[in-house]
């Protein structure tokens, strides 16, 4: 049984760096592509980007120039920093586990999420 | 970046009603369509994947269909456990995108 969970500060001011982590546990953390994925209040989804184990990374274009994702693959651990925070990057923020092989953009699991606002 | 849109945006439906949910891709991406159920302060849960495929211990209520732009989630036999709200997703591009969710709630 994967179970994800996350964790990072919740509250920061505009121009801050938000900073999340992500644990798993329970299955191979090799096989799977990890996942950040956020939703602002009331709205819909929106994928951040991904790496794979051995640090590969893909990113949505729109935060491209801000987000960086890295990861511990001796605490199988993955995390998330994104710059010059403002308020239209206020959101809850996942993280998930993408399948295997071709089936890396279906997630199956799921952190619990963070709530993140962005007030000065 | 490939358009996910859905229709209806919302649908009130009452329980043993059978409820069908339309995603439509702004180009052809074969079956590379997943569905999900959200429910208030949850995280998303995958319902269905490659369009038709049910995701393990999901109920066979649930059924998916479609190729290329036009695809459907049914539930054919509402239960009060599914009233949620319901997101498509395109899996076959590098940078996946949602469709903006369907609401469903009790009539």
């Known amino acids: 049984q994967v179970q994800l969970q996350q964790w990072g500060a919740g509250l920061l001011k505009p121009s801050e760096t938000l900073s999340l982590t992500c644990a798993v546990y329970g299955g191979s953390f090799t096989d799977y592509f990890w996942t950040w994925i956020r939703q602002p209040p009331g709205k819909g989804l929106q994928w951040i980007g991904e790496?794979?184990?051995?640090?590969?990374?893909n990113y949505d274009s729109s935060l491209k120039s801000r987000a960086t994702i890295s990861v511990d693959t001796s605490k199988n651990h993955f995390s998330l920093k994104l710059s010059s925070m403002t308020a239209a990057d206020a959101a809850v923020y996942y993280c998930?586990?993408?399948?295997?092989?071709?089936?890396?953009?279906?997630?199956?699991?799921w952190g619990q999420g963070t709530l993140v606002t962005v007030s000065s | 970046d490939i358009q996910m849109t859905q229709s209806p945006s919302s649908v009130s439906a009452s329980v043993g009603d059978r409820v069908n949910i339309t995603c439509r891709a702004s180009?052809?991406?074969?079956?590379?369509l997943a569905w999900y159920q959200q429910k208030p302060g949850k995280a998303p849960k995958l319902l269905i994947y490659a369009a038709s495929t049910l995701q393990s211990g999901v109920p066979s209520r649930f059924s998916g269909s479609g190729s290329g732009t036009d695809f459907t989630l049914t539930i054919s036999s509402l239960q009060p456990e599914d009233f949620a709200t319901y997101y498509c997703?395109?899996?076959?591009?590098?940078?996946?995108?949602f469709g903006p969710g369907t609401k469903v709630d009790i009539k």
């Open positions: 998930a586990r993408g399948g295997s092989g071709y089936y890396r953009y279906y997630f199956d699991n």
């Open positions: 997703q395109q899996a076959n591009s590098f940078s996946p995108t």
């Open positions: 180009q052809g991406i074969s079956t590379w």
């Open positions: 790496i794979s184990h051995s640090g590969s990374t």
